[in-house]
């Protein structure tokens, strides 16, 4: 009975026993399947972790693509600009091209125009504005050779003056009728002064005698050439009114052989006495011998005091009315 008991308990033990078995074998079971979802999750993470690194990938390999086409395309735009750039360069040229031909065209049609015979009316017109221009061109130059009339003809105490070129510069002519030998001619006498300053040249002559001597200072050899146009002025004037006169000198000096005529000497002979440097051009008389004219020049203007003694000369001969019996004493 006891072993019965025993057995039993022992049946008992062992199925006690066995129930904590079972219990073991259902925590391992459990333990395996959290490791198997474990492992699970390990594997959708990995594969989660492989599909996002390639998806990483497979962004990156397309922004490199997209990289590649937008510089791709960045230099077909650059091409593209290039040619089209290339291409309004041409058009420019073109338009030039066809510019110039145009003005070429242009220039060729004028010339072709110009080249063209005139019409009737327009030949006309050209050769009516011709006239009118040489009709302008002759009243000009018909006025300008009256202004230089008036200019070289002219009037002067009652003598007829015109002025004449002469070489380098001019002479004023003026007629005069003369008797030589009881024979009257006309004589022109040529002033190398202009006769409308001989009123600034007093001339006070109350007696007009008959001269034989032209007479002049030693200092009017530094006059050169004016002196001898001075006295061949006078000596010409006088001969052509028949009366001779020889040159002579106040003084003598350097040894020469001419008259010494002064107006002290020339007491019953007329002098003309000619003096070169003065402070003032004029003609009188001497007080002491009334035979006796001194011309008196201002720096060698001797040219200037002869020629206004022989105007002088010439207003007593024409108008004797106003000089009276001057000239009878000049003629002797």
């Not at 996002?52 to 077909?76: H, L, M, R, T, Y």
């Not at 220039?107 to 302008?136: A, N, R």
């Not at 003032?280 to 011309?295: A, H, Q, R, S, W």
Request: include cysteine; charged fraction near 35%; proline fraction near 4%.
């Amino acid at each position: 009975m006891e072993e019965d008991n025993n057995e039993k308990d022992s049946v008992q033990d062992s199925e006690e026993n066995y129930e904590p078995s079972y219990d073991s074998e259902v925590e391992g079971s459990d333990t395996q399947e959290e490791t198997s979802e474990a492992q699970e999750e390990i594997k959708e993470e990995s594969e989660v972790e492989v599909q996002e690194e390639v998806k990483v990938e497979e962004k990156k390999a397309e922004e490199d693509s997209i990289s590649e086409d937008n510089q791709d395309n960045q230099e077909e735009k650059k091409e593209k600009e290039v040619k089209e750039e290339k291409k309004e360069e041409k058009k420019e040229e073109d338009k030039e091209e066809k510019q110039e031909e145009k003005k070429e065209e242009k220039k060729e049609k004028e010339e072709k125009k110009e080249k063209k015979p005139m019409k009737k009316s327009t030949l006309g017109w050209i050769v009516f504005g011709i006239i009118i221009v040489l009709v302008i061109a002759a009243l000009i130059f018909l006025f300008f050779v009256g202004e230089q009339h008036k200019e070289i003809s002219f009037v002067y105490n009652g003598f007829n003056f015109r002025k004449m070129p002469l070489g380098s510069g001019f002479v004023y002519e003026t007629p005069l009728t003369l008797v030589k030998n009881g024979v009257p001619y006309d004589y022109i006498f040529k002033f190398r002064t202009d006769p409308r300053i001989f009123g600034e040249i007093p001339a006070n002559i109350s007696k007009l005698s008959a001269m034989n001597y032209f007479s002049f200072t030693p200092e009017t050899t530094e006059c050169s050439g004016a002196a001898l146009v001075a006295t061949f002025q006078i000596g010409q004037f006088l001969d052509a009114m028949g009366i001779e006169i020889e040159p002579a000198v106040t003084e003598n000096f350097s040894g020469n052989n001419i008259t010494v005529i002064n107006c002290s000497s020339a007491l019953s002979s007329g002098a003309i006495i000619l003096k070169p440097f003065s402070n003032e051009t004029k003609i009188y008389v001497d007080e002491e011998n009334p035979n006796c004219v001194i011309l008196e020049a201002k720096n060698c203007s001797v040219i200037e005091v002869s020629e206004r003694y022989i105007f002088a000369v010439m207003q007593a001969y024409k108008r004797p009315d106003q000089f009276g019996d001057l000239f009878k004493n000049f003629s002797g």
